[in-house]
T-cell receptor, first 110, second 113 residues
Framework: QKEVEQNSGPLSVPEGAIASLNCTYS??????FFWYRQYSGKSPELIMF????GDKEDGRFTAQLNKASQYVSLLIRDSQPSDSATYLC??????????FGQGTILTVHP | EAGVTQFPSHSVIEKGQTVTLRCDPI?????LYWYRRVMGKEIKFLLH????????ESGMPNNRFLAERTGGTYSTLKVQPAELEDSGVYFC???????????FGQGTRLTVV
């Protein structure tokens, strides 16, 4: 079993729709949960982090954490073509030593 | 402010040769991390420096890999001798401390032929 698993995708949604990205993790001791966005050939960029159970909203992005189910998700509302990228789920004790999932490729088509 | 800079952006070397990758963290960032992504796999942690000291090198694959951060500024990751399975993208990240965001560089794509 992989430590961090993401739905493999690719995920394709129309512009304006909600994109839902999912991630499960195996280490119950994990405390910090991150979503990175990576455009092709670019560096991973942190877009959301969450520590507590529940939802965390930032603009069009909502991260959801359920520690009992060991599940993290990212919702992108009103998806835009510029949101097309690979989304990486990462889990860790702190910000630095992270365990990543393989990533989900998201394509938002006009 | 300059971000995390990695050199070179691409490197193609023959099996058995030596390659040195360099990472310049954001100025003032004491924490520096190396990660690697091999083809088809997830990004994996290699090691963590706090200033010039290795805090955690649990992810280093074997003794062909040597990381240094003399003076606590830039870091190098040397692979000697390189093997085919070392091909991948090597990322460096830095953070002010362990409780703040780590910023990633664009990576060095290493191809061993």
């Amino acid at each position: 079993q992989k430590e961090v698993e993401q739905n493999s995708g690719p995920l394709s949604v129309p512009e304006g729709a909600i994109a839902s990205l999912n991630c499960t993790y195996s280490d119950r001791g994990s405390q910090s949960f991150f979503w990175y966005r990576q455009y092709s050939g670019k560096s991973p960029e942190l877009i959301m982090f969450i520590y507590s159970n529940g939802d965390k909203e930032d603009g069009r992005f909502t991260a959801q954490l359920n520690k009992a189910s060991q599940y993290v998700s990212l919702l992108i509302r009103d998806s835009q073509p510029s949101d097309s990228a690979t989304y990486l789920c990462a889990v860790g004790v702190s910000y630095g030593k992270l365990t990543f999932g393989q990533g989900t490729i998201l394509t938002v088509h006009p | 402010e300059a971000g995390v800079t990695q050199f070179p952006s691409h490197s193609v070397i023959e099996k058995g040769q030596t390659v040195t990758l360099r990472c310049d963290p954001i100025s003032g960032h004491d924490n520096l991390y190396w990660y690697r992504r091999v083809m088809g796999k997830e990004i994996k942690f290699l090691l963590h420096f706090v200033k010039e000291s290795k805090q955690d090198e649990s992810g280093m694959p074997n003794n062909r890999f040597l990381a240094e951060r003399t003076g606590g500024t830039y870091s190098t990751l040397k692979v000697q001798p390189a093997e085919l399975e070392d091909s991948g993208v090597y990322f460096c990240a830095s953070s002010l401390d362990m409780n703040t965001e780590a910023f990633f560089g664009q990576g060095t794509r290493l191809t061993v032929v």
